[in-house]
Nanobody, 120 residues
Framework: QVQLQESGGGLVQAGGSLRLSCAASGRTFSSYAMGWFRQAPGLEREFVAAISRSGGRILYADSVKGRFTISRDNAKNTVYLQMNSLQVEDTAVYYC?????????????WGQGTQVTVSS
């Protein structure tokens, strides 16, 4: 089983940027797709972005297309989420997850989450 640790969350003004990181351990990182999800208060957890094992295929939620960029560094066992032009609606706890059954599949493991708060 893989262990995941997110970092990089914080408080930022609308229009600003943040870069989230997720460090993985416990299994060969390059053998599984990775995803980012988020959960705002009172709402269900939702998909944000996902990246294939090699990084050659990427998926985004419509709400973040053109603003967020997912990437991965298999040598560092880390996946990133660059978030630009942040909006108040992006406020949520952000989780990374491994998609061991393939890109877009239900996650197998979750990190503990990192809080992102966007102020107006």
């Amino acid at each position: 089983q893989v262990q995941l640790q997110e970092s990089g969350g914080g408080l930022v003004q609308a229009g600003g940027s943040l870069r989230l990181s997720c460090a993985a351990s416990g299994r060969t990182f390059s053998s599984y797709a990775m995803g980012w999800f988020r959960q705002a208060p009172g709402l269900e957890r939702e998909f944000v972005a996902a990246i294939s094992r090699s990084g050659g295929r990427i998926l985004y939620a419509d709400s973040v297309k053109g603003r967020f960029t997912i990437s991965r560094d298999n040598a560092k066992n880390t996946v990133y989420l660059q978030m630009n032009s942040l909006q108040v609606e992006d406020t949520a706890v952000y989780y990374c997850a491994d998609q061991s059954r393939g890109l877009g599949s239900l996650p197998s493991s979750w990190g503990q989450g990192t809080q992102v708060t966007v102020s107006s």
